[in-house]
């Protein structure tokens, strides 16, 4: 075989593995939800369990009935609290789609932020920009979030954005606050800074983007659990490497589930239910929510590091 007709054979498999893994990406990985199940010790001695379902970055669209198919099995877990970190729209008509693929989780106690794809619809973006040029900023148009955030707050679920909240869930107490999305440069942490209750079972921060700036002030303030989304996982991952990129100031090793942040916060980051309708592609990073078992601390929040986020098995919902 001449050396020009191997080089070619070698560019045909290369370019057939390509769009075989693309293929994949786009058509089967992208639709294999999965919920995660993951105990952390977080909370203040003595407390009982919490059953928290930690979802994210839906970017729904009407037509996507796979996807609202799965999400409305989620309210038979029966979680205690939901936890929405932000961007549930990618259709200016996709208000109703939400709601009702949330369905009966709407009548859980629930708590959530918005993140910039509930304000501003996505564009087509040069994918290289998250490589090179993470601080790159398009927005599309306008999204309907306010009618989003009457739909969730008329069922009882509390806007955390910039507010400071105690309140009541299976017997616990937590105290809970929020910040707008800091990927768009609309967080104002000082809107809520301050020490976290003392009281509480249960100290918990609400972003959207994990940016650092954000989990220092919440760590700061003494807040035991930050939730994130934003991250995607990375979406693109590799195998025995993971994410490529966070498109955030996270590093890359925290681009998805559980980690600490300084001495005594923890972190969780979903990587979340769906993509821009313009990277409709995951690989190596399965969409999915996260039904977290919050359990007490055997020192108030000290754990030890390998007591952090200890996994249950992982099995599909749907």
Known sequence: MSSALAFRNVGAVALGSAAAGLGYASLIER???????????????GSSPLRVLHISDLHMRPGQ?????????????????????????????????????????LSVPG?????????????????????????????????PWQDLRAAFTERGWLDMTHTRREFEVAGLLVAAAGVD????????????AGPSSPAANLRLG???????????????????????????????????YGALVTNSGLDRSRAKGPSRWGAEMQLHVSAGIGTSPYAPVRFCCRPEATLLTLIAAPTGGRDSEHDLGRSQPTYSVG
């Open 111 to 143: 708590v959530f932020v918005f993140g910039s794809n509930d304000y501003f619809g996505p564009r087509p973006k040069n994918p290289m920009n998250y490589l090179t040029n993470p601080g790159h900023r398009v927005h599309g148009q306008p999204l």
């Open 181 to 192: 999305d800091p990927h768009i440069a609309r967080d104002r942490y000082d809107a809520i």
């Open 65 to 105: 009935r796979r996807k609202q198919a799965w999400l409305r099995e989620l309210a038979g877990l029966e979680p205690d609290l939901v936890v929405n970190t932000g961007d549930n729209l990618a259709h200016p008509r996709a208000v109703p789609a939400v709601v009702q693929s949330l369905g009966d989780l």
């Open 31 to 45: 639709n294999a939800f999965v919920l995660r199940e993951l105990t952390i010790p977080v909370l203040d001695p």
């Open 206 to 240: 609400l972003t959207h983007s994990p940016e650092p700036r954000v989990l220092d002030r919440f760590a700061a303030d003494g807040y035991q659990l930050v939730m994130a989304g934003h991250t995607h996982g990375g979406q693109l991952c590799l195998p025995f």
